[in-house]
T-cell receptor, first 116, second 115 residues
């Protein structure tokens, strides 16, 4: 089974509007971390936000917030006040606590296009 | 503060050849992970190096090997290249604390084309 599922291949949002990118995960490990990355066309993965499985509150970083619903195993990224520079691929990733290393499992990504 | 750097940026090889990709981690990081990202896919974990040893490995054949140097920089070697090895190869560094919040910081990648 896929550890990370992103079901939206492509999304469009009007500039200055908010958008939600979906991510569901699958793990039996009670300890895990969830990450979101942005990948512009240049290729570099840019870290956006982190949520730990034991965190009581949803993570926020500037215009990014993570809607963490543990029972549903979902970790959706919300981008508020979209800007043209937000157009990129967005990847959800997970790390499991049982791993001695730091392997990240990535989803297939969502392509976001911000329309002026 | 220098981020993760990778070289070369682009590389073109033919089937059967061997290739070496290089990565220098972010300052203060001692752990390096390598990922393969095929076109239209998410990154797939190849392996991770810590203290000059391979600490964890993904589902990749032995043609993929690596090395970490005392200064924490790393190399990824791929032997007997196949057309399917064409991809963006990403290096990521992280502090070796082993805690869940260890974020991986990625380099710009090396785009490998196998003809």
């Amino acid at each position: 089974a896929q550890k990370i599922t992103q079901t939206q291949p492509g999304m469009f949002v009007q500039e200055k509007e908010a958008v939600t990118l979906d991510c569901t995960y699958d793990t039996s490990d009670p300890s895990y971390g969830l990450f979101w990355y942005k990948q512009p066309s240049s290729g570099e993965m840019i870290f956006l936000i982190y949520q730990g499985s034991y965190d009581q509150q949803n993570a926020t970083e500037g215009r990014y917030s993570l809607n963490f619903q543990k029972a549903r195993k979902s970790a959706n990224l919300v981008i508020s006040a979209s800007q043209l520079g937000d157009s990129a691929m967005y990847f959800c990733a997970m790390r499991e606590g049982k791993d001695t290393g730091n392997q990240f499992y990535f989803g297939t990504g969502t392509s976001l296009t911000v329309i002026p | 503060d220098a981020g993760v750097t990778q070289s070369p940026t682009h590389l073109i090889k033919t089937r059967g050849q061997q290739v070496t990709l290089r990565c220098s981690p972010k300052s203060g990081h001692d752990t390096v992970s390598w990922y393969q990202q095929a076109l239209g896919q998410g990154p797939q974990f190849i392996f991770q190096y810590y203290e000059e040893e391979e600490r964890q490995r993904g589902n990749f054949p032995d043609r993929f090997s690596g090395h970490q140097f005392p200064n924490y920089s790393s190399e990824l070697n791929v032997n007997a290249l196949l057309l399917g090895d064409s991809a963006l190869y990403l290096c990521a560094s992280s502090p070796g604390t082993g805690i869940l919040t260890d974020t991986q910081y990625f380099g710009p990648g090396t785009r490998l084309t196998v003809l």
